[in-house]
Nanobody
Framework: QVHLVESGGGLVPTGGSLRLSCAAS????????QAWFRQAPGKEREFVAT????????YYGDSVKGRFTISKDDAQNTVYLQMNSLKPEDTAVYYC???????????????????WGQGTQVTVSS
Protein backbone atom coordinates (compact mmCIF):
# COMPACT_ATOMS: atom_id res chain seq x y z
CA GLN A 1 0.00 0.00 0.00
CA VAL A 2 1.16 3.51 -0.85
CA HIS A 3 -0.33 6.56 0.80
CA LEU A 4 -0.07 9.91 -1.02
CA VAL A 5 -0.70 13.36 0.42
CA GLU A 6 -0.67 16.49 -1.73
CA SER A 7 -0.06 20.00 -0.47
CA GLY A 8 0.84 23.45 -1.75
CA GLY A 9 -2.30 24.46 -3.57
CA GLY A 10 -3.80 27.91 -3.27
CA LEU A 11 -4.94 31.08 -5.01
CA VAL A 12 -2.49 32.91 -7.27
CA PRO A 13 -2.81 35.64 -9.89
CA THR A 14 -2.24 35.04 -13.58
CA GLY A 15 1.49 34.75 -14.24
CA GLY A 16 2.23 33.59 -10.72
CA SER A 17 3.90 30.43 -9.48
CA LEU A 18 3.12 27.60 -7.09
CA ARG A 19 4.94 24.46 -6.03
CA LEU A 20 2.87 21.40 -5.24
CA SER A 21 4.22 18.56 -3.12
CA CYS A 22 3.20 14.91 -2.96
CA ALA A 23 4.52 13.02 0.04
CA ALA A 24 4.49 9.24 -0.21
CA SER A 25 4.47 6.73 2.64
CA UNK A 26 4.00 3.01 3.02
CA UNK A 27 5.38 0.81 0.23
CA UNK A 28 7.46 3.55 -1.37
CA UNK A 29 10.18 1.11 -2.44
CA UNK A 30 7.66 -0.38 -4.85
CA UNK A 31 7.05 2.86 -6.73
CA UNK A 32 8.17 2.90 -10.36
CA UNK A 33 6.67 6.21 -11.39
CA GLN A 34 4.55 9.08 -10.16
CA ALA A 35 2.41 11.57 -11.95
CA TRP A 36 0.30 14.67 -11.57
CA PHE A 37 -3.18 14.90 -13.03
CA ARG A 38 -5.71 17.70 -12.75
CA GLN A 39 -9.45 18.01 -12.98
CA ALA A 40 -11.33 21.22 -13.61
CA PRO A 41 -15.07 21.52 -12.84
CA GLY A 42 -17.15 19.73 -15.43
CA LYS A 43 -14.10 18.28 -17.19
CA GLU A 44 -12.36 14.93 -17.28
CA ARG A 45 -9.17 14.32 -15.33
CA GLU A 46 -6.21 15.44 -17.43
CA PHE A 47 -2.62 14.20 -17.44
CA VAL A 48 -0.12 16.88 -16.42
CA ALA A 49 3.32 15.32 -15.88
CA THR A 50 5.08 12.12 -14.89
CA UNK A 51 8.48 11.08 -13.58
CA UNK A 52 9.96 7.57 -13.77
CA UNK A 53 12.36 5.79 -11.43
CA UNK A 54 15.31 5.50 -11.28
CA UNK A 55 16.59 7.84 -13.99
CA UNK A 56 14.09 10.64 -13.32
CA UNK A 57 12.83 10.57 -16.89
CA UNK A 58 10.01 13.05 -17.29
CA TYR A 59 7.13 13.67 -19.66
CA TYR A 60 4.61 16.52 -19.81
CA GLY A 61 1.20 17.23 -21.18
CA ASP A 62 1.16 19.67 -24.09
CA SER A 63 -0.73 22.33 -22.14
CA VAL A 64 1.98 22.63 -19.48
CA LYS A 65 5.22 22.02 -21.39
CA GLY A 66 7.76 24.74 -20.74
CA ARG A 67 5.84 26.07 -17.72
CA PHE A 68 5.66 23.14 -15.27
CA THR A 69 8.50 21.00 -13.94
CA ILE A 70 8.15 17.69 -12.12
CA SER A 71 10.93 16.53 -9.82
CA LYS A 72 11.48 14.26 -6.84
CA ASP A 73 13.43 14.02 -3.63
CA ASP A 74 14.07 10.36 -2.87
CA ALA A 75 15.26 11.05 0.65
CA GLN A 76 11.95 12.75 1.43
CA ASN A 77 9.80 10.37 -0.66
CA THR A 78 8.30 13.48 -2.18
CA VAL A 79 7.47 14.49 -5.73
CA TYR A 80 7.09 18.14 -6.65
CA LEU A 81 5.32 20.06 -9.37
CA GLN A 82 6.74 23.52 -9.92
CA MET A 83 4.17 25.58 -11.80
CA ASN A 84 5.22 28.85 -13.39
CA SER A 85 3.47 31.34 -15.66
CA LEU A 86 0.12 30.14 -14.39
CA LYS A 87 -3.00 30.82 -16.41
CA PRO A 88 -6.69 30.84 -15.41
CA GLU A 89 -7.12 27.62 -17.41
CA ASP A 90 -4.71 25.90 -15.01
CA THR A 91 -7.38 26.20 -12.32
CA ALA A 92 -8.23 22.68 -11.15
CA VAL A 93 -7.87 20.14 -8.41
CA TYR A 94 -4.42 18.61 -8.78
CA TYR A 95 -3.95 14.94 -7.93
CA CYS A 96 -0.81 12.94 -7.34
CA UNK A 97 -0.66 9.30 -8.47
CA UNK A 98 1.82 6.44 -8.09
CA UNK A 99 2.43 3.29 -10.09
CA UNK A 100 3.91 0.17 -8.51
CA UNK A 101 4.16 -2.05 -11.59
CA UNK A 102 7.06 -1.58 -13.97
CA UNK A 103 6.19 -0.03 -17.31
CA UNK A 104 8.57 0.69 -20.16
CA UNK A 105 6.37 3.52 -21.40
CA UNK A 106 5.15 6.69 -19.78
CA UNK A 107 1.78 6.16 -18.13
CA UNK A 108 -0.52 8.94 -19.30
CA UNK A 109 -3.94 7.58 -18.35
CA UNK A 110 -5.43 7.66 -14.87
CA UNK A 111 -6.49 4.02 -15.14
CA UNK A 112 -2.81 3.05 -15.22
CA UNK A 113 -2.15 4.33 -11.70
CA UNK A 114 -3.20 2.37 -8.65
CA UNK A 115 -2.61 4.91 -5.86
CA TRP A 116 -3.98 8.43 -5.62
CA GLY A 117 -3.88 11.33 -3.23
CA GLN A 118 -6.89 13.35 -2.12
CA GLY A 119 -6.08 16.35 -4.32
CA THR A 120 -5.18 19.97 -3.75
CA GLN A 121 -7.02 22.97 -5.21
CA VAL A 122 -5.17 25.41 -7.46
CA THR A 123 -7.01 28.57 -8.45
CA VAL A 124 -5.52 31.12 -10.84
CA SER A 125 -7.30 34.46 -10.84
CA SER A 126 -7.61 36.48 -14.03
Amino acid sequence: QVHLVESGGGLVPTGGSLRLSCAASGGTSNIYDQAWFRQAPGKEREFVATIKWPADDTYYGDSVKGRFTISKDDAQNTVYLQMNSLKPEDTAVYYCAAGTVYSSHYRLREIEYKYWGQGTQVTVSS
